[in-house]
């Protein structure tokens, strides 16, 4: 009995394993051309049977482990792979915004940096030791205003005695005068004394203008900077003493690329912002274009001048320019988060709607009939809600064009209203399935300012 129980269990395992080997159809034939082999070994004599199945033995053996190899390493990682490729793919989450129309004047971005009118650092031409400061730090003064004066006593000494050998001089000459007028001289004499008078008095105009230069003034009116000496101190030839700037009006100083150059022209306005006033905007219009482009960098110096009736702008401060290129038009702007650069080229994710899903069978058709069949029974199933829209992120490459804030114009590659992805690029792939989260909505950050 336990011997019968033990063929029937194993006759049942090797059906299975033939069945899923080979198929509904062959493997039950196998089955049965297998148990007719055994039947017709049983009835031969002892001495036939044992080596016929021995060896019956061992095929089926090696069939078995044949087949559960080939299942392991063959058909389990194919089934793992339909199963994998059959799968429904995630839905991601994406932010996303509508591509708009905006009407943008065109503008030439650049960087530029403050340079006043006149600035100069103060200096002497001579040495000495400094005697009188006639300023505080960051002074407005008046052209011509006493700045700091050097100790000149040894100049004035010699000017005291170079004009006592011009008075002498003088003397000496009028009297060569009286005696050549009747003819008691020689002309000779009058010429020495004449040269003698003439020596004296240059002598004396260059002890006035050293001490001129050591009394320094300003040449020019503005505004003073931080003082480098005191009194006392020893100061050189061409030692920086202050600074001094004429901050109204004031210019700014800005490089553009060779190919902008036929968008300048003298008079043109600009706009300039600086991170010390975020927010706020200074107009002011190019003076002057430079002669010749940079063979180094291919770009050519421009020069606007700006109006600074309060003097909030510096020479030397840092300024973000927009040069006015021209009338007003339509542009197509996404948000900049939208846009991923790339070696490839700048792309985007559109969102469109999903491509619709393969019909079902016609209500003729056989796969139709139990549906058919069960008509009364299905038609009183109430009707499911409404499924949320299928929505696919195509991949798409654009041209960019300016950026302004947090808004970038494309020039091709996206229409107006068309949605744009901005935020969860990351996480795309070309046409993957989406869902977009309307109450995930990126707030701007505010403006740092530059280092």
């Not at 931080?226 to 061409?238: A, N, T």
């Not at 100083?253 to 905007?281: C, H, K, M, W």
């Not at 650069?341 to 969102?351: A, H, K, P, R």
């Not at 999903?354 to 299905?378: D, E, I, K, N, R």
Request: net charge positive.
């Amino acid at each position: 009995m336990v011997r019968r129980l033990i063929v029937s269990v194993f006759a049942l395992g090797v059906l299975v394993l033939l069945v899923r080997l080979f198929g509904n159809v062959v493997g039950p034939i196998a089955f049965v051309v297998l148990a007719g082999v055994a039947m017709l070994v049983r009835r031969l004599p002892a001495r036939i049977v044992r080596p016929i199945a021995f060896v019956f033995t061992f095929c089926v053996l090696a069939v078995l482990i044949g087949g559960l190899g080939y299942f392991h390493f063959v058909l389990k990682p194919q089934f793992i792979k339909t199963a994998i490729a059959q799968a429904p793919k995630p839905v991601t989450t994406v932010m996303a915004e509508e591509a708009k129309t905006e009407s943008w004047v065109p503008k030439v971005p650049a960087i530029g940096t403050f340079k006043a009118i006149q600035g100069i650092d103060v200096a002497p031409q001579l040495g000495g030791i400094v005697a009188a400061i006639h300023f505080d730090s960051g002074q407005e003064v008046q052209a011509g205003a006493p700045i700091l004066e050097i100790d000149d006593s040894t100049e004035q000494a010699d000017l005291k005695n170079g004009e006592a050998q011009l008075k002498n001089a003088d003397v000496a000459l009028e009297r060569q005068r009286s005696l050549l007028s009747t003819n008691n001289t020689a002309k000779a004499s009058f010429d020495a004394a004449l040269a003698a008078r003439d020596s004296a008095a240059a002598t004396v105009e260059r002890y006035k203008a050293i001490i001129a230069q050591k009394a320094i003034k300003a040449p020019f009116s503005g505004r003073l900077g931080m003082r480098k000496v005191d009194i006392g101190q020893y100061v050189s030839p061409g030692m920086s003493l202050t600074t001094l700037q004429q901050l109204d009006p004031i210019y700014v100083d800005f490089s553009l690329p060779e190919q902008n150059f036929d968008a300048l022209r003298i008079g043109q306005s600009v706009e300039v912002e600086v991170d010390a006033y975020p927010g706020q905007t200074f107009a002011g219009k190019i003076q002057s274009i430079d002669a010749r482009v940079s063979q180094d960098t291919r770009n050519i110096m421009v020069r606007a001048q700006l109006d600074n009736k309060e003097k909030r702008l510096l020479p030397g401060m840092f300024a973000n320019v927009n040069v006015v290129a021209g009338t007003e038009r339509e542009v197509v702007t996404v948000p900049r988060t939208a846009v991923t650069y790339s070696l490839y080229g700048d792309s985007v994710f559109v969102v469109k709607a999903a491509p619709p899903a393969p019909a079902a069978p016609a209500p003729g058709s056989a796969q139709a009939g139990p549906a058919a069949a069960a008509g009364p029974a299905q038609a009183a199933t109430p009707a499911a809600p409404p499924a949320e829209e299928a929505l696919i992120a195509e991949r798409r490459f654009v041209r960019t064009g300016e950026t302004r804030a947090d808004r970038v114009a494309i020039v091709e590659g996206v229409a107006a209203g068309e949605r744009v992805v901005t935020a969860g690029q990351i996480k795309l792939q070309p046409n993957a399935r989406v869902r977009i989260d309307p109450n995930a909505n990126l707030q701007p950050q505010p403006v740092r300012p530059k280092e």
